[in-house]
Each structure stands twice: as structure tokens, then as C-alpha cells.
């Protein structure tokens, strides 16, 4: 029997193939990766509107607890202060003024700077307003104060004091957080001492 071999005709793959393989990685490497950097950037804006609440949280620890600010004020309420000319800034702050007459207002010129925190990678505070959510205000900046004995939060806005007498205070405060894509979170503060991210 005589054997006669075939010459089988190898076959891989053509310039054409590998050209559509290689486009069909790349497009769907390209949409992970957009989404990928989307997703991080959704990430990093909750985790800064959580440590935007837990430092109002600090400040409400502080104000309801016998915290000491300098070397023998141990009367002091404490709180946290936002202000749109200072977008990736805000401050903890110590009311110095004595209770009753506090005005529960941030004056860095009276020395009460305790903290101030400033916001990295391009986020910023985009706005403040107070009032029900049903008809909220916007603002330019926003201090609320905790004060011994009760967590309750006196809420004030554009600098103007209502803690002695609880005038021109308002029952509510929200921040928004905004990312550098125009993404958005917000921090608010409840009259009540509650604090929430939405």
C-alpha cells in the first residue's frame, strides 16, 4: 500500500483578525477603565461627605462633653463652620464666649480655631443652605454650634448670631459636596443633633 502525505495546510490567524481581536480588547478595556475611574471618583466623594459628618459628629462630642479649649476654658461649645469663599476648607471651631452670651459664630480674629480641614484632589463645598427641605435657602456660610448639656444643634447662617436669645436660628443645614466631574453629596444637619450623608 503505498502511503502518499498530504501536505495539510497550516492555518493561523490573518492580519485582518487579529486586528478586529485586538480592537474588540481595547474598546472593552477603554469602558472598564472610564467606568472604573467614574466609580473611584463616586467612592472618594462619599468617603469625604462621611468625614465631613464624623468631624460635625467630633464637634458635637466635644460641645456636649467637658473638653478643654486652651488652658482653662472648659465652658466652650464647639463647631464647625462652611463657607463658600473658602470652598475646600472648614474649620472646627471653639465658641470662646461665655454661655448664655456665646454668639456661636467662627471668628478666627478671637483665636478659635481648633481645626481646619482642607478638602484634596479638586473636591470643594458647592453649597450651603438652611430651612425645611421643602423651601431651603442657599447661603453663603453656615456655623453650627453644640453646646452643653443638650446635643441639639444651633444652626446660624451669613454670620448673623441667634444662639444667646435662639433667634435667626434655623432647624436645618446642608452641605453639598461636589467632585471635580460634578458629582454630589450632601451633609445635613438637623436642629435635633442628627446627622446624616444623603
Known sequence: MKHTQHAEKQRGFTLAELIVVTGILVLITGVMLANNARFG???????????????????QVYGIAVRRFGQTNFSAGYGMH?????PAVYV???????????????????????????????FYVSGLFVGPESSEVSIDSLDIL?????PDAFISANGISGVANHAS???????????????????????????AVQ
Open 41 to 59: 471618583g463616586a467612592i472618594l466623594l462619599e468617603n469625604l461627605a462621611y468625614d465631613v459628618a464624623l468631624s460635625v459628629r467630633k464637634a
Open 82 to 86: 462652611f463657607s463658600i469663599d473658602t
Open 92 to 122: 472646627l471651631f471653639a465658641d470662646t464666649s461665655p454661655p448664655g452670651t456665646g454668639d456661636g459664630i467662627y471668628q478666627s480674629s478671637q483665636g478659635e480655631l481648633v481645626e481646619e480641614v482642607t478638602m484634596q484632589r479638586g
Open 146 to 150: 453644640f453646646r452643653r448639656p443638650e
Open 169 to 195: 436660628l434655623y432647624e436645618r443645614g446642608r452641605v453639598i459636596l461636589e467632585s471635580p466631574r460634578g458629582d454630589r453629596a450632601s451633609v445635613v444637619v438637623e436642629s435635633t443633633g442628627q446627622i
